[in-house]
């Protein structure tokens, strides 16, 4: 019964109950021009083993064995199947908010793992339970600036990735926030000149990401420096969690707002993401979501609660700092078993194997003739070429030999047309690399293709 739509029988039954002589009557209050006039053009009525059979079909019709380099916010990462089993468990898939502590124990001690591993990986002093994912958490670190600060002005880099720019303009718009971009500079970092000219005592805080849009990683202390001498925050949005296994932590930042994706979460067609939001102890009570602290109870042993809780659910609406109204619990769970399996030391091993694959396929994509490097500041896992020819044209015929290419940096920076956002993570193979290097060439025209990359000398080549 499964599968079985209620009979006709029972929806007349339904209908009578609720007082309704028809399925018409029932949506009467839908305007006529949005009301379905005929059945859905879709197969059956089917068995059960049919209707499973129809699916493996449409399994069948999916793309399998393309090499993907595709990145920008949305990352492939190895995740291990013991994460997955246990996150499957009953009492985790089906947990909610832990209101009661007495009874939400287990649920209570990894979101405060979870909070403690985000600190250290971040450099700040205290972390919230997570967030929806990194572009809203993004747009709530400007609005708790707004409130610290009692200024209603935001300076944002350019290179901060365009959609959680988007988004902030987003919230802005309604919230009274005034937003103001600077650029970046030929290196690929933000223009320090241009920063300092564009903060003033007006200014509530400073938007940064490292590694930025274009994979390059950014001066944070430089940049804290200017904004804490306007009297500013220092916002660090991070899209790569990866990069943190082997950059420095942004401790001089005020806030940082972080997408956790790439610990234990697939790309998935773009989410369920994690969202991550550190601060410093003092901005506390003015951080949005919720905090689980530590504690011991009438017996004396270890114990957990929900110590922060500034959401509408919890106080007035008049004194809450956000609306947001979860705490992207499963998603949450899968970072924190993530990086309890990887360990301090499988953290830096990933973030190493990350940027070792991508200096070698930098390296190699840069030997075709026609393709250069734009940004000579150092990079992550990923890096910004120009092409001879359009992306757009190139990616697609990429595509024939199952390689899903760049991200054309013309859509969002009209300035870097013939530009490809490049990424690379430990999943890619250095045979990947390779064969994506050969057809480039092929692709571009270019002659004498080296077959391999076996010819490629250097630290980078032996470490990929």
């Not at 600036?145 to 309604?174: C, F, I, K, N």
């Not at 973030?351 to 940004?375: C, D, H, S, T, W």
């Not at 092409?387 to 969002?412: H, T, Y």
Request: proline residues 5%; negative net charge.
């Amino acid at each position: 019964m499964r599968y079985l739509p209620k009979s006709d029988a029972e929806r007349r039954a339904m209908l009578e109950t609720i007082g309704a002589k028809s399925i018409e009557e029932l949506f009467a209050s839908i305007p006529e021009e949005f009301r379905l006039k005929e059945p859905l053009p879709i197969p059956g009525p089917l068995s059960e083993p049919e209707i499973i059979g129809y699916f493996r079909e449409r399994a069948g019709e999916n793309s399998v064995g393309y090499s993907s380099f595709l990145g920008a916010g949305v990352y492939r990462h190895l995740r291990s199947v013991v994460a997955d089993a246990l996150l499957q468990r009953g009492e985790f898939l089906t947990a909610y908010t832990p209101y009661q502590a007495e009874i939400s124990q287990g649920t209570l001690q990894w979101i405060f793992e979870f909070q403690t591993m985000v600190s250290q990986l971040t450099g700040q002093e205290v972390a919230n339970a997570s967030m929806y994912d990194g572009s809203t958490a993004l747009a709530e670190a400007a609005l708790m600036a707004e409130r610290l600060t009692g200024r209603h002005r935001l300076v944002a880099a350019r290179s901060v990735h365009p959609e959680y720019r988007q988004v902030l303009e987003t919230y802005a718009q309604h919230a009274g926030l005034e937003i103001e971009s600077f650029g970046y500079a030929a290196s690929g970092r933000v223009d320090l000149d241009a920063l300092r000219a564009a903060v003033n005592d007006k200014t509530a805080a400073v938007v940064v990401q490292s590694p930025n849009f274009f994979g390059v990683v950014e001066q944070i202390a430089a940049a804290a420096e200017i904004a804490h001498a306007a009297g500013a925050l220092l916002i660090v949005a991070i899209a790569e969690a990866a990069s943190l296994g082997i950059l420095r932590p942004p401790a001089e930042a005020d806030i940082v707002a972080m997408e956790g994706q790439s610990y234990g979460l697939p790309p998935s067609y773009g989410g369920p993401f994690v969202g991550v939001m550190a601060t410093r102890e003092k901005f506390v009570r003015q951080m949005p979501g919720r905090l689980v602290g530590q504690t011991t109870d009438t017996k004396g042993q270890r114990g957990f609660c929900l110590t922060l809780a500034t959401r509408e659910q919890h106080i007035r609406r008049e004194k809450a700092t956000s609306n947001i109204c979860t705490n992207q619990a499963l998603c949450a769970l899968a970072m924190t078993m993530h990086l309890t399996l990887l360990g301090r030391q499988g953290v830096r091993e990933l973030a190493e194997q990350n940027l070792a694959k991508a200096l070698y396929a930098r390296e190699k994509l840069e030997a075709i003739p026609g393709v250069e490097r734009v940004f000579p500041a150092p990079t992550f896992n990923e890096f910004v070429l120009r092409l001879p020819r359009s992306v757009r044209m190139v990616n697609q015929e990429l595509l024939e030999d199952k390689i899903i290419g760049p991200l054309a940096l013309g859509r969002f920076f009209p300035e870097l047309t013939k530009c490809g956002l490049f990424c690379v993570t430990e999943t890619t193979t250095r045979e990947e690399i390779d064969r994506l290097g050969d057809s480039l060439a092929r692709v571009l025209g270019a002659e004498n293709a080296t077959e391999s990359g076996a010819e490629l000398k250097g630290a980078a080549g032996r470490k990929a």
